[in-house]
């Protein structure tokens, strides 16, 4: 009978031991790759800095086109410019006057 319950004992030791074996396998996996695990952890971090830089981005942005319609309300000289740049527009008496692109040779 005692041999009988040191086997019982060691059997049990030894399942009680795989399971918290088990338990802390999954444990592990799941705070690697699980939802909230190191690699997405990781992905979240790589993913805000990528944002932070495109907020800096347009934020270089708004402030360059910020200054840009502050001189085209104080500047009328800015407003000629910007008409002739991206308008195309001219005064009554200009002409513009276009070269002719030269044909390549073949």
Do not use: T
């Amino acid at each position: 009978m005692p041999r009988e319950k040191k086997v019982n004992g060691s059997l049990r030791r030894r399942l009680i031991l795989a399971g918290v074996g088990l338990f802390f396998l999954a444990l592990l996996i799941s705070s690697v790759f699980g939802k909230k695990g190191l690699l997405e952890i990781h992905r979240a971090k790589k993913n805000y800095k990528s944002l932070l830089q495109e907020v800096e981005r347009l934020e270089q942005k708004k402030n360059r086109l910020c200054r840009e319609i502050e001189e085209l309300e104080k500047n009328p000289l800015a407003v000629d410019r910007e008409a002739r740049e991206k308008l195309w527009l001219l005064k009554p008496e200009e002409k513009v006057i276009v070269p002719k692109k030269e044909k390549e040779k073949e």
